[in-house]
């Protein structure tokens, strides 16, 4: 017979770069820590731009026609639920549970019109996904696919740009001496 207050929700881990995480900053919202009493200290996790994650993900176009897939986009998780990787040094980690919705909130861009004095912002809708799916977001084998694809690009835009500048003939020719 199985406990009541078991956990029995599947957990997946999530392996994340110091880079991908924001400092440790006061709940906004004014929630505060049960076991301490104090406001509760969020990060940000960023979620991988569009270059870095698998193809087969489409974080769609919201109500407002804004596509989601350029944007910045970040999850919030209390900072108590972030490890160190100590194994690995400049690595973070964190479990996110199945039995909850990620949320993931993404950036205002200006929209060219002033109130006030203040530019004004659009602000997409946030998006809901399974922590398996969000998870996917940060595979590295899918992700380590399109990256050699943006390497090789950049490569070849170097290549083309010594072929046409002047200097690089310069700089050639003084090798050649």
Do not use: W
């Not at 490890?83 to 950036?107: A, C, H, P, Q, W």
């Not at 996917?136 to 950049?154: C, M, P």
């Amino acid at each position: 017979m199985s406990d009541l207050n078991e956990n029995t929700a599947k957990r997946y881990p999530l392996n994340i770069s110091e880079k991908q995480v924001s400092k440790p900053r006061e709940h906004t919202g004014g929630k505060t820590d049960i076991k301490t009493g104090k406001p509760m200290m969020m990060r940000k996790i960023y979620i991988p731009s569009q270059e870095y994650r698998p193809k087969d993900v489409d974080l769609g176009v919201d109500s407002n026609g804004i596509d989601r897939n350029e944007r910045k986009g970040y999850i919030n998780v209390p900072d108590r639920h972030i490890f160190v990787d100590k194994k690995r040094e400049g690595r973070l980690y964190t479990y996110l549970s199945d039995d909850r919705k990620v949320k993931i909130n993404f950036s205002g861009e200006k929209t060219g019109r002033i109130k006030n004095g203040k530019p004004q912002y659009d602000s997409p809708e946030p998006l809901e996904m399974s922590a398996k799916d969000f998870v996917h977001l940060y595979d590295g084998i899918a992700r380590e696919k399109n990256k050699d694809k943006t390497v090789t690009k950049n490569k070849t835009k170097e290549i083309n740009k010594d072929k046409a500048s002047p200097r690089s003939e310069e700089r050639r020719v003084g090798k050649e001496c």
